[in-house]
Structures are given as structure tokens and as C-alpha cells.
């Protein structure tokens, strides 16, 4: 093939090929292809000729040009822009480390004289957290299906494919998956259903955790859930999800010192849809 062949041919499959793959090591290498059967004026100031990196002569060799072709760099050849990195489902990723944590935790079983940090709060040290150890055998974890300032609302659809897969994980690994509310017992039914078309519970097995009674908290319903297992990480999409604290707090900056709980215990990350803004209401 002569040189202007093996030009034109170059220049035809990079203006066809325009994003593929054979075009874009030619492009980035900023060379132009000449057939070693051409006519060649020799110049003895010319430089060497550059050596190719692997991804430039595997798409020189799929346009049919071999490996010793000579190559001229053409000056001033615009680089191509830095490929923009895939998206990130955050969410996803701190499903992951959830279930991460949690089975790392659950792993350390307590032995004799040895306890396990527990993901709730001994006391409210707002500088540095204490936490509650135990000494159970089993670990659980606690997923609070309440949105942030609000309640949960189990008639509207949901689809949490990665955190059904992180949950799988702990059940397989012996884990147990407790699940907490605002809702009144009255309102399991309900619940139960959502978690199952939800796929997030679909053999129904999973404690769940309503509110008895109107004046019920849910800090009373946290501890409850740690007494014959250690609860060792809460998933929520709120602070106030992990300790009733937050709650009461006038600057939520002066509980900073508990940041270290989270990724470390703590996770935050939505659970439930929030409820649709009511029509007419103003804030």
C-alpha cells in the first residue's frame, strides 16, 4: 500500500470511526502513518521517530498498517480531553459499606471476658463518643425506614436493588436485619408488605420494630433491639436515626466529636421514599 493510500485510509477511518477506539490511540499519539514502501527524502536533522505505545500499534495493525510503519508527529496536535469518570450511586456505595462493616464487627465474636462496640451511644459524651459494649455471641443491625422528619409511609413504591443485595449479605452471614419505625403496631401488616415488595425482606423473617403505643420512643425500641444480640450498625438517612440526642440539639454543630461514628456504626443513606409535598401547603 503506498503512502497516500495508507494516509487516506488513516484519515477516512478516523473521520468514520469518530469516537471508536481504533481512532482514538492515533489521535492521542498525534502521529501520522507513512508506508514503508514510499519514497523517502532523507534528512539528517529529522528526530527519531517516536515509539509507539501498545494501544497506538494495536489500531495501526486493525487498519491493516504493520508495526513498521514509520510515524511523523504532527506538531501542535491537539490532545484529547480526559474521559469524564462513569457515575457514582452513592447510596449504593453506602449499602456496601454497611453490610461491609457490619459483617467485619459481627466476624469478632465475643468470648469469654470480651465484649464488641455496639453502634449506640453509652452516654451523651458530645466531644468524643462512648460506646455501649456487648457481649452477646449474635450481631444484628438496625435499618430505620422513617425519612428524614418524618414517618414512614408504606404505600408508596420503592426499589432499593443494592441494599437488598447488602442485606442478603448479612442474613447469609447470620446477621440479623431489624427494622425500625415511628409507626404503631397497629401498622405491622402494612409494613411487612411493603418490605416484601420491596424486595428488601422477601421471606418475611426480619424483627421489625413499631412504636407499642403513641408515647413509645424509638431510643427505647433501639436499646430493646440490642438486648439479646449485639447491635453493631444502624442505617438511616438522618443523625436523629441513631440516637434521640440530635433531636434535642439547638446547634447540631456541638455534636461534631460524633462524625466519628459514621462509616464507623453510623450510615447514612435514604431508605424509604419521602412523602410527596402536600398540595396547597406553603413553607
Partial sequence: ???????????????????????IPLAAAGVMTVGTDAPSQPDEN?????????????????????????????????????PRPAAVDLDAVTYSAFADYALAVAAKRSGRGQSRPTALLAGPNLVAPKRVLCRHAESSVLVDLDPAQGIFEPT?????????????????????????????????????????????????????????????????????????????????????????LFDYLKRPEAASGLDAMLG????????????PPIEGLTQ
Fill in 1 to 23: 500500500m503506498t503512502a497516500p493510500r495508507i494516509l487516506a485510509h488513516a484519515m477516512l477511518l478516523a473521520a468514520t470511526l469518530s469516537g471508536c477506539a481504533a481512532a
Fill in 46 to 82: 529529522a528526530n527519531r521517530a517516536p515509539d509507539l505505545p501498545p494501544s497506538t500499534k494495536q489500531a495501526l495493525r486493525g487498519m491493516g498498517i504493520s508495526d513498521d510503519a514509520q510515524v511523523v508527529p504532527l506538531a501542535g496536535a491537539a490532545s484529547l480531553p480526559a
Fill in 156 to 244: 408508596l413504591p420503592a426499589a432499593h436493588g443494592a441494599l437488598a443485595d447488602a442485606l442478603e449479605r448479612l442474613r447469609g452471614a447470620g446477621v440479623e436485619v431489624v427494622w425500625s419505625t415511628a409507626l404503631t403496631a397497629d401498622r405491622a401488616g402494612d409494613v411487612r408488605t411493603w418490605l416484601r415488595d420491596s424486595a428488601l425482606d422477601p421471606a418475611g423473617k426480619d424483627r421489625m420494630l413499631l412504636l407499642r403505643y403513641p408515647e413509645d420512643r424509638k431510643q427505647t425500641r433501639r436499646a430493646e433491639a440490642a438486648s439479646e444480640r449485639c447491635l453493631v450498625a444502624i442505617l438511616g438517612d438522618e443523625r436523629a436515626d441513631f440516637d434521640e
Fill in 264 to 275: 464507623q456504626g453510623w450510615f447514612l443513606a435514604p431508605v424509604s421514599p419521602a412523602p
